[in-house]
C-alpha cells in the first residue's frame, strides 16, 4: 500500500487513473463519503498490489469502553491481539466495580476473532477522574490489594478475560515502590491462571522527571514487575493546553529512547492516539477548550471549510486552520503519514507492539495500513 497526498485539482477519479487502481479502493480505504470531495493535503491509502509475505510480528491492542458500536467493533477486531475493556474501578478496601454497562459482547466478540480480551483496572473515583486517594490507599493496603486480587482472578475466569491491564494516573511520588509492589502481586496472581499482566506508563524521558503524571511512575521497577508496559505517548497537544500536535514524533521518540534505558524493548508497546483536537483561537490558557474529534472527521471539517491541509514534518503530524462563523480554529489529527512515522519507531527499535488509544471511531485506513506493514499476533 502506497501514500498519495492530493494536489490541487486532483479528484477521486484522477487518482484512480494516475495510479492504476480502483476507484471503489480509493473510497473504502480512506471511507470517503459522497460527493467524494477531498482536501488539497489530505492523505490517502492506495492499494497498490499484494502484501509480501513475511516481516515483523507485533503485538496490537486497542482500548475500547462498553458502549463502543458494534460495526466499529467487529471491524477493527481483525487487526488487534488484544481489547482492553476501559475499566473496572475499585474501593479502598479492594473491592472490584464492574462497568456500569455490560462488556459481555466485547468478550465475546474478541474471543470469537482470536483476541484477547484484557480487563483494564484503574482508580478513577466516583466523579469519573483518576483518584490518587484509592491508588494511595490500595497500594498501602495489602489486605485491601489481596482482597482486589483475588476478585480480579475469579473475573478473569468467569468472564473469559486473557489479562489484566492496569492503568493507574497521577500516582504520588511516595507511592511509586508500593505501587510497583502491587502491579507484581497482580501479575503473579494472574500468571498463575495463564495470563499476563500489563501497565501503562506516562511519557517520561528521565528517571526524576517531575510532576504529578510521572513521578510516581517508576519506569525500571515496572518494567520489571509487569509482563508488558505500555508507553502513553500522547496528550502533547490536549483539551486545555494550546494547538500542538497530540503525538510529535520527535517527543515520542525522546520516551523511546529513555524507556529503552529501563525496559527491554520485547516487553514495550508504543502508544498511538485515534483522535484529535479542534482548538478556537486565540488560545487562552485557562478558558480556551479544544474539541476532541477523529481523524475522519478531522478531513471533513478541513473539506467543509475549503481548508488546504498541512504536513508538520518535525511532529510528523498534519494540521490546518479554518475559520467558522467569524471564529479561527487549528486542528491537529492523526492520517496515515503521521501513523506510518510510529510504525517506523517499532520497526526501528524492534519493540513489542502498539496500542491505541482508543478505538471508538474507525480509522480504516490506519489499519490497512499496519497490516500491511507487519503481521500481526493473534491468540
Do not use: C
Not at 490541487?8 to 473504502?28: F, H, K, M, Q, R
Not at 460527493?35 to 496490537?60: D, F, I, M, N
Not at 490500595?138 to 468472564?159: C, F, H, R, S, Y
Amino acid at each position: 500500500m502506497e501514500i498519495y497526498v492530493v494536489n490541487p485539482g486532483d479528484t477521486v477519479d484522477s487518482i484512480a487513473a494516475e495510479n492504476g487502481v480502483p476507484v471503489d479502493t480509493i473510497l473504502y480505504n480512506n471511507q470517503l463519503e459522497y460527493p467524494y470531495e477531498l482536501a488539497v493535503g489530505q492523505a490517502l491509502l492506495l492499494s497498490k498490489g499484494e502484501r509480501e509475505q513475511g516481516g515483523k510480528t507485533v503485538e496490537v491492542n486497542g482500548y475500547a469502553y462498553p458502549f463502543i458500536q458494534r460495526d466499529v467493533l467487529d471491524q477493527t477486531l481483525p487487526y488487534l491481539s488484544d481489547l482492553s475493556v476501559f475499566s473496572y474501578g475499585f474501593t479502598t478496601e479492594g473491592d472490584l466495580i464492574f462497568p456500569t454497562l455490560d462488556d459481555t459482547f466485547m468478550i465475546e466478540a474478541a474471543l470469537a476473532m482470536g483476541v484477547s480480551p484484557v480487563l483494564t483496572l484503574t482508580p478513577i473515583g466516583p466523579d469519573g477522574r483518576f483518584s490518587n486517594y484509592l491508588i494511595t490507599s490500595m497500594v498501602n493496603n495489602p489486605d485491601a490489594w489481596e482482597n482486589l486480587i483475588g476478585q480480579l482472578v475469579e473475573t478473569v475466569q468467569e468472564k473469559g478475560f486473557r489479562g489484566v491491564d492496569i492503568d493507574f494516573e497521577y500516582i504520588l511520588a511516595e507511592d511509586a515502590e508500593a505501587f510497583a509492589e502491587f502491579v507484581g502481586n497482580v501479575r503473579l496472581a494472574i500468571n498463575e491462571i495463564g495470563y499476563p499482566v500489563s501497565v501503562a506508563l506516562a511519557p517520561k524521558t528521565s528517571d526524576d522527571q517531575p510532576g504529578l503524571l510521572y513521578a510516581g511512575k517508576n519506569y525500571a521497577l515496572l518494567g520489571e514487575a509487569a509482563d508488558k508496559v505500555l508507553l502513553m505517548t500522547y496528550e502533547w497537544g490536549y483539551t486545555y493546553g494550546p494547538p500542538m500536535a497530540v503525538a510529535p514524533i520527535n517527543k515520542v521518540r525522546e520516551v523511546v529512547e529513555y524507556a529503552l534505558t529501563r525496559i527491554p524493548a520485547y516487553k514495550v508497546n508504543l502508544g498511538i492516539p485515534n483522535y484529535g483536537y479542534d482548538w478556537p483561537l486565540p488560545f487562552e490558557q485557562g478558558v480556551t477548550a479544544a474539541k476532541t474529534i477523529g481523524n475522519i472527521e478531522a478531513v471533513r471539517i478541513a473539506i467543509e471549510n475549503d481548508a488546504q491541509i498541512q504536513f508538520d514534518t518535525t511532529a510528523m503530524s498534519p494540521y490546518f486552520r479554518y475559520v467558522k462563523d467569524g471564529v479561527e480554529h487549528e486542528v491537529w489529527f492523526e492520517d496515515v503519514r503521521s501513523m506510518e512515522a510510529k510504525f517506523n519507531l517499532v520497526r526501528e527499535f524492534d519493540l513489542r507492539g502498539m496500542g491505541y488509544w482508543q478505538i471508538m471511531k474507525l480509522f480504516r485506513a490506519n489499519w490497512l495500513l499496519l497490516s500491511d506493514r507487519f503481521l500481526i499476533r493473534k491468540r
